[in-house]
C-alpha cells in the first residue's frame, strides 16, 4: 500500500472519536486510515497520560506533541554518491566558480575518483550545499495612509506626436497605502521632466506626501549608495520648497519600492499599448483620464478595495498641495575672470573685484543669480538675457567705477580735488557732445598728480591753457621734460640797424630794373 499522509484535521479527527469511545476498526473505516497508523497515534496519545471516555479534550498542544512522537523527521539516510560529493566539496564548488556544468562536473569527477555521479544527484547537491540560497522575499507591514508615495520613471514606447516619431517617457506615482495612481507622460527623463510630473502629481492628489520612495535616476541621485548617496542639489531644494524627504532604495532592488514596479506594467499596456495620440498634451490628458476612471475605480487585487475610495482616507492626511508654482533652481560652478565678471547661462555678471580667479558655487533661477563662496553668500544679480550683463558699479576697483558706469561728473569732482587750474582743464576737456571718448585725458591727468604731485600739475595745466593747448599728452611731456616756469629763450627779430651779412638792397629784387638792362 502506498505511504499516505494524514493532514491535522484527520488526525485531530482520529483522536477526538477515539476519546468518545470508538475501536480501531471504526476510526480506520471512517478516516480511510490504516489501522496500523490509527493505532500509533493512538498509543502516542495514551502514552501522554489520556484515557478514552473520560471528557478529553484535544488541543493544539496534545496534537503537536503527538504528531512531533509519530512523525518525527528523521533526516533520510545519505547514499554512496552524495558521500563521494561530499568528500570532494572543494573540488566541486571551485569547479562551479569556474563555470563548470554539471556534465562536465560529473566527467571530471570521474576522472578524478572513477566513480560516475549521477547528473540530477549532482545537481541537486550543487544546489543544496554548494549554491548560494536565492534571497527570499519578505512582504513588508504596509505604510499608514497618507506617507508614503512610490515614484518611478519608465519608457512607454515610440509614438507618432505632431507628425513626427518619438520617444515617450511616463513618470508613475502610486500611494502606498491606497494604490492609488498617477501617470504623466514626458518626453525624457531630465530633472525639469521629473519636476513637472511632480507638480502635476500633488495637484492630482491634491496634495504632497511626506515621503518619496524612488530609485536613483540621475535627476536624484547624482551617486548611488545604499547609506550615503550624493543627492542632486537642485532636486533637493526641490524636495525642501514642497515639504518631501527622498527614501532611495538599492540599486537594481525594484523589490524596494514594488508597489510602483507593479504598476509600471499594467499601465503601459492598459493606457498606451495600440493607442494613438495627437500630442503630448493629448497623451497626458489620456493618461490622467484613466487614473481616475479605470486604475481608480478598479478592485485591487491585493487591498480588494477600489483605490480612489481607499485614497480618501488617505487625503487629509498630506501635505497641502502648493498654491504657487515652483520657480526651478540650478546649481553650477564657476571662475571669476581677470575683469570681475562670471557668464552665467550666456549672460554676464559683476562681482567683487577681489575674487578675480576664485571658483565659486552659482545658483540661478527665472528671478535671481545668486553667488557663493563656500557657503557665504557673495552677491546676488537679477536674472537678466542671455547676450545682456548686469554690471554693479561698487564690483570695480577703487576709482574705477565711473569707467563702469561712464559717470563723468564723479570724474570732474575727482579732478577738482587735485586743484584749481587741473579742475579748469579737465572741464575745458570734458566740453562738448562726445566728452566720454576725452574722459582718458582726465583719467591721464589723474595719474599724473600721483606720480609729480599735484602743485606741478596745477602748473603745467595753468600754462597749457594759456596757450589753448588742452591735450594731457602735451602736459605729460612738460612735467616730463621739466619745462615749467623757464624764461622765453627766442630770440628777438632783427633790427634795421643790425645789418645782416648776405642783405640786399630791394633794388636786387626789382623786376622793372632787370628789364631796362636788358634791353640796353
Not at 496534537?63 to 566541486?92: F, N, T, W, Y
Not at 524636495?239 to 509600471?264: H, I, M, S
Not at 527665472?366 to 561698487?394: A, C, M, N, Q, W
Not at 599728452?473 to 643790425?498: F, H, I, Y
Amino acid at each position: 500500500m502506498a505511504f499516505r499522509e494524514l493532514s491535522v484535521v484527520l488526525i485531530r479527527e482520529i483522536l477526538r472519536r477515539w476519546a468518545a469511545g470508538e475501536s480501531l476498526r471504526n476510526l480506520a473505516a471512517a478516516t480511510g486510515a490504516d489501522r496500523k497508523t490509527v493505532r500509533r497515534y493512538v498509543a502516542a496519545v495514551q502514552r501522554a497520560g489520556l484515557k478514552a471516555g473520560n471528557g478529553v479534550v484535544i488541543d493544539d498542544a496534545i496534537l503537536d506533541k503527538v504528531v512531533a512522537e509519530v512523525l518525527p523527521g528523521a533526516p533520510p539516510e545519505i547514499g554512496p554518491a552524495r558521500s563521494l560529493c561530499r568528500q570532494h566539496h572543494e573540488q566541486i564548488a571551485e569547479w562551479v566558480r569556474a563555470g563548470n556544468k554539471g556534465p562536465t562536473i560529473v566527467r571530471r569527477l570521474a576522472n578524478l575518483t572513477g566513480a560516475t555521479v549521477p547528473v540530477r544527484t549532482l545537481t541537486r547537491f550543487i544546489a543544496e550545499e554548494i549554491a548560494e540560497p536565492e534571497p527570499t522575499t519578505m512582504r513588508l507591514v504596509d505604510q499608514p495612509p497618507g506617507i508614503v508615495v512610490e515614484v518611478d520613471f519608465f519608457e512607454v514606447g515610440r509614438f507618432m506626436l505632431d507628425n513626427e516619431e518619438t520617444r515617450l517617457y511616463a513618470l508613475a506615482c502610486v500611494a502606498a497605502y491606497s494604490r492609488h495612481t498617477f501617470i504623466w507622460p514626458c518626453l525624457g527623463t531630465r530633472l525639469v521632466d521629473a519636476i513637472e510630473g511632480l507638480e502635476a502629481a500633488w495637484a492630482f492628489f491634491g496634495g504632497v506626501f511626506p515621503v518619496v520612495v524612488t530609485d536613483n535616476p540621475k535627476p536624484f541621485v547624482i551617486e548611488a549608495d545604499p547609506l550615503k548617496p550624493t543627492l542632486n542639489e537642485d532636486f533637493l531644494e526641490y524636495a525642501q520648497a514642497r515639504g518631501f524627504v527622498l527614501d532611495l532604495a538599492r540599486v537594481r532592488r525594484p523589490r524596494d519600492k514594488p508597489k510602483v514596479e507593479r504598476t509600471v506594467s499594467y499601465s503601459r499596456e492598459s493606457i498606451f499599448v495600440g493607442e494613438r495620440f495627437l500630442d503630448l498634451a493629448h497623451a497626458r490628458r489620456a493618461a490622467q483620464q484613466w487614473c481616475a476612471e479605470i486604475a481608480g475605480q478598479r478592485i485591487h487585487g491585493t487591498t480588494r478595495r477600489r483605490p480612489l475610495e481607499a485614497f480618501q482616507e488617505e487625503l487629509p492626511l498630506l501635505v497641502p498641495k502648493p498654491d504657487t508654482a515652483y520657480n526651478p533652481a540650478t546649481w553650477t560652478n564657476g571662475k571669476v575672470g581677470r575683469d570681475g565678471t562670471m557668464t552665467v547661462s550666456k549672460a554676464l555678471y559683476s562681482l567683487p573685484h577681489r575674487l578675480c580667479g576664485q571658483r565659486l558655487r552659482v545658483r540661478y533661477d527665472k528671478d535671481t543669480v545668486r553667488f557663493y563662496d563656500g557657503t557665504t553668500l557673495i552677491k546676488v544679480h537679477d536674472r537678466v538675457g542671455e547676450g545682456l550683463r548686469s554690471l554693479d558699479p561698487s564690483d570695480a576697483p577703487e576709482g574705477k567705477s565711473e569707467l563702469v558706469q561712464r559717470d563723468l561728473g564723479t570724474l570732474q569732482k575727482r579732478a577738482a580735488q587735485c586743484g584749481e587750474d587741473v579742475g579748469a582743464y579737465a572741464a575745458e576737456l570734458l566740453k562738448g557732445p562726445e566728452a566720454w571718448t576725452r574722459a582718458r585725458h582726465v583719467h591721464r591727468l589723474l595719474r599724473l598728480c600721483n606720480t609729480y604731485g599735484a602743485e606741478a600739475v596745477n602748473q603745467a595745466c595753468k600754462e597749457a591753457a594759456q596757450v589753448s593747448v588742452f591735450d594731457a599728452t602735451c602736459v605729460q611731456t612738460m612735467l616730463e621734460k621739466g619745462r615749467l616756469n623757464q624764461p622765453d629763450v627766442t630770440p628777438p627779430p632783427a633790427t634795421s640797424s643790425q645789418a645782416s651779412r648776405f642783405s640786399r638792397s630791394s633794388a636786387e629784387f626789382s623786376l622793372h630794373s632787370k628789364e631796362t638792362d636788358h634791353k640796353s
